[in-house]
């Protein structure tokens, strides 16, 4: 059974960085396109950044565009999301999905635990 | 970016009902259309993508159809496991989207 490991959050200030990683033991890891989704407190699903397997192609929220990059190494089997300017906004548990062979067409069916990112003074 | 609205928002039933769940795009979407369940403290769980193609491992009493704009999202008789938040999502094109959630709760 594909598992995903996702970690990396934590407390930081407005205006800090962070890194999230998600891990993928087991997985055919650059077969496939890679999303991260997030959820704020008491909110629904919103969709983040999804990054192709190659990492040719990547797409951003406008919400995060400019603060967030998404980035992956097929070696480790691992894709990581550099959060940067956060804002409290930002505050969310955040999860790594793995989705299809293309990024066209994308749903996710494999998803992270979720790690939580508290942006606060 | 293309709007996805579910309706009900909350939905209250009973184990053995007939559920239904409306999600509607803002635009034609064609069948690029997956529902997903989420319990508290869970990550989602995805099970239906194209509209209407089962997930795997996914029970048999979950449905999905529609095209276009319209699609539903059926529980056929609710077992005490199914009591959870259902989302839609849309991946005909990017952004990718989210309906803003059915809570299915116990009558």
Known sequence: EVQLVDSGGGLVQP???LRLSCAAPGLTFNNY???????????GLEWVSTLTSNSAGSYYADSVKGRFTISRDNSKNTLYLQMNSLRAEDTAIYYCAKGTMAASHNYMDVWGKGTTVTVSS | DIQMTQSPSTLSASVGDRVTITCRASQ???TWLAWY?????KAPKLLIYKASSLGSGVPSRFSGSGSGTEFTLTISSLQPDDFATYSC???NSYPLTFGGGTKVEIK
Do not use: D
């Open chain 2, 37 to 41: 369940q989420q319990k508290p403290g």
């Open chain 2, 89 to 91: 999502q849309q991946y």
């Open chain 2, 28 to 30: 034609s979407i064609s």
């Open chain 1, 15 to 17: 205006g800090g960085s």
């Open chain 1, 33 to 43: 396109v890679m999303t991260w989704v997030r959820q704020a407190p008491g909110k």
